[in-house]
């Protein structure tokens, strides 16, 4: 039993990641798509990273109650100060440019729900477009 189990998961495992890591020929960047994201300089992928490493760490600690006033403030600020930075070091990427605008609607978004107001409905499908604006700026 545990091994037909065992092997059900490994089988919607393996179609899940099939699915999730094919490119269709719409997501398939056009060549001058592809142009524009390749010249992004190495120091705004290396800021965007971080940027979004910095808002997905705010995002845990909502999503973990109690969001604790101080440390909120903490993460708040050192994504806001990463997302900014980031934005002086990708003004000629115009993926970048668009991932970095919805990290700023996203931090918006759980500032409002670390204040217990909601807000942080959509912060999982906004990640899932962060991260193909950033694959499109690393040239993936």
């Given at each position: 039993m545990w091994g037909?189990?065992?092997f059900a998961f490994l089988v919607l495992f393996g179609v899940w990641y099939y699915l999730s890591h094919r490119q269709t020929s719409e997501m398939r960047p056009t060549a001058s798509?592809?142009?524009a994201g390749a010249?992004?300089?190495h120091d705004c992928i290396l800021m965007a990273d971080k940027a979004n490493a910095s808002l997905v760490?705010?995002?845990a600690l909502v999503t973990h109650p109690p969001v604790y006033p101080a440390d909120w403030m903490h993460a708040e600020s050192d994504a806001g100060a990463a997302i900014s930075a980031a934005d002086s070091a990708?003004?000629?990427?115009?993926?970048?440019q668009k991932a970095l605008n919805l990290m700023r609607?996203?931090?918006s978004d759980l500032a409002s729900a670390a204040r217990g107001e909601g807000g942080a409905v959509e912060v999982a499908n906004r990640q899932a477009e962060i991260d193909v604006l950033l694959d499109k700026v690393r040239g993936r």
């Amino acid at each position: 039993m545990w091994g037909r189990l065992l092997f059900a998961f490994l089988v919607l495992f393996g179609v899940w990641y099939y699915l999730s890591h094919r490119q269709t020929s719409e997501m398939r960047p056009t060549a001058s798509e592809a142009a524009a994201g390749a010249t992004a300089p190495h120091d705004c992928i290396l800021m965007a990273d971080k940027a979004n490493a910095s808002l997905v760490a705010a995002a845990a600690l909502v999503t973990h109650p109690p969001v604790y006033p101080a440390d909120w403030m903490h993460a708040e600020s050192d994504a806001g100060a990463a997302i900014s930075a980031a934005d002086s070091a990708c003004s000629s990427s115009r993926d970048a440019q668009k991932a970095l605008n919805l990290m700023r609607s996203t931090l918006s978004d759980l500032a409002s729900a670390a204040r217990g107001e909601g807000g942080a409905v959509e912060v999982a499908n906004r990640q899932a477009e962060i991260d193909v604006l950033l694959d499109k700026v690393r040239g993936r």
